[in-house]
């Protein structure tokens, strides 16, 4: 043994066949004790022999009886006789007095009474408490509709104020732009007739033919552009003053009377200048003007 090798046991010699030798004994001994216990187990055989005798030989007589004891009879006492059964105890409850069962049952009168007294007041107090609910659904049912109509009602006047407003400045626009092109007509009339002054008099409005505005004024009704409402209460008419040119271009246009349609005012409007040029006359000049008068049901 040194410091860097320990210690070890040395092995005996023969240590295989050491163990080889005892398995093979301990083979040997299982065997023997399996065949030396099944051995023993194997059940003997017997042998059974009868042995009979030749000389017939009486057999002795059998011994008497013996008489058995005398019994001994005792007497039997009667059974004693059952008890009669007990009578049940009746118990007979005390009879109320009168006066105590009057005071009940008036008690009990005045509770049942007083129950129903007190359910018909809470079925009083529940369909005056749903009659007042419905009340009160109903005021604020009416109270909204009739705000609702209020604010319609206004609506509808800012909405009519305002078309108004609209109205009375397309009307004022179309009459400054009328007076504008009619002084520019003026000014170009005088600048052709050498500005002697006597061409607005001759361009001036005359007498025109009935017949010339009847001709005329179905030419403008068949390019008026406009829808009826249904809601229209008669056929108010719109007038209009029509100056013309030599030409038979329109010098200026000037509302008379308004039918109270807006749109209509400015349907029959627009109609009047998309007619021009207009025809001459029966003279073969074209009129320095005529004045059409025109419905929203004629067209």
Do not use: C
Request: no cysteine; hydrophobic share 35%.
């Amino acid at each position: 043994m040194t410091e860097t090798a320990p210690y070890r046991i040395p092995r005996e010699p023969g240590r295989w066949r050491s163990l080889l030798l005892a398995a093979l004994v301990h083979l040997m001994l299982v065997g023997f004790l399996w065949f030396g216990i099944r051995w023993q187990n194997q059940t003997p055989v017997a042998v059974e022999a009868e042995v009979w005798d030749t000389q017939v030989k009486e057999a002795a007589p059998a011994p008497a009886p013996t008489p058995p004891p005398p019994v001994e009879t005792r007497p039997v006492p009667p059974a004693p006789a059952p008890k009669p059964p007990e009578p049940a105890r009746v118990v007979t409850p005390p009879a109320p007095k009168p006066d105590i069962a009057l005071e009940q049952a008036k008690k009990r009168k005045q509770a049942a009474e007083k129950l129903a007294e007190q359910k018909r007041q809470e079925k009083i107090a529940e369909q005056k408490r749903l009659a007042e609910q419905q009340k009160r659904q109903q005021a604020e049912k009416q109270a909204e509709a009739e705000a609702a109509k209020r604010r319609k009602q206004e609506e509808d006047q800012r909405k009519l104020a305002a078309e108004k407003q609209k109205q009375k400045q397309r009307e004022a626009a179309e009459t400054r732009a009328a007076e504008a092109r009619h002084q520019e007509n003026l000014k170009r009339m005088q600048a052709q007739a050498g500005g002697s002054g006597d061409a607005p008099k001759s361009q001036g409005p005359r007498s025109t033919d009935p017949s010339y505005v009847q001709r005329v004024g179905a030419k403008i009704k068949s390019n008026t552009v406009f829808s009826v409402p249904q809601a229209l209460a008669g056929n108010p008419p719109v007038e209009y003053d029509v100056q013309l040119l030599p030409d038979g271009s329109l010098r200026g246009l000037r509302k008379l009377r308004s039918s109270g349609v807006a749109g209509f005012d400015e349907a029959v409007a627009r109609a009047i200048e998309r007619s021009q040029p207009y025809p001459p006359d029966r003279s073969g000049a074209v009129p320095g003007g005529f004045t059409l008068s025109h419905r929203p049901k004629d067209q």
